[in-house]
């Protein structure tokens, strides 16, 4: 069973960064293809990225050009590194593979506020 922590959320304001990270238990991590995902209060889940087993990544049209996915095998980590942040962009991010098949974890909080 993969157990999946997040990490790297937290308070910044519109234009910064910040770089989420994502810790995944179990040798079939690099297995899967990966994704982040986010929910805004009062709003369903939504994929923001996906990341392949080769590293072709996709993204959602809000935010293309700023966020970047990322994985690294070796240590079983997927990573999002997001810029230019903007207000619509606060939600908890999750990760999990795509599509989704293992329990979710508890996610970490992005605040963008000025």
């Known amino acids: 069973q993969v157990q999946l922590v997040e990490s790297g959320g937290g308070l910044v304001q519109p234009g910064g960064s910040l770089r989420l990270s994502c810790a995944a238990s179990g040798s079939i991590f690099s297995s899967y293809p990966m994704g982040w995902y986010r929910q805004g209060p009062g709003k369903q889940r939504d994929l923001v990225a996906r990341?392949?087993?080769?590293?072709?990544?996709t993204y959602a049209d809000s935010v293309k050009g700023r966020f970047t996915i990322s994985r690294d095998n070796a240590k079983n980590n997927v990573y999002l590194q997001m810029n230019s942040l903007k207000s619509e962009d606060a939600a908890v991010y999750y990760c999990?593979?795509?599509?989704?098949?293992?329990?979710w974890g508890q996610g970490t909080q992005v605040t963008v506020s000025s």
């Open positions: 999990n593979s795509y599509p989704p098949l293992f329990t």
């Open positions: 990341v392949t087993r080769g590293d072709f990544t």
